[in-house]
């Protein structure tokens, strides 16, 4: 994979778009790391049933 990808047009975002279970992806409930181009970035859930992703 190279670092000069196409940027996906709108239709292109609509058509493929799903929908994942935030619960589902962080089983613990806490919090889980996701990879994106080798950039890591934590998901996590707060207290409050709020959702924050950060670098």
């Not at 709108?10 to 889980?32: C, F, M, W, Y």
């Amino acid at each position: 994979m190279t670092l000069m990808q196409r940027i996906p047009s709108e239709t292109d975002i609509s058509e493929e778009t799903q929908t994942h279970n935030a619960r589902a992806l962080i089983p613990d409930g806490v919090k889980a790391e996701i990879d994106l181009d080798g950039q890591v970035y934590t998901l996590r859930i707060t207290r409050a049933g709020k959702l924050i992703l950060t670098k």
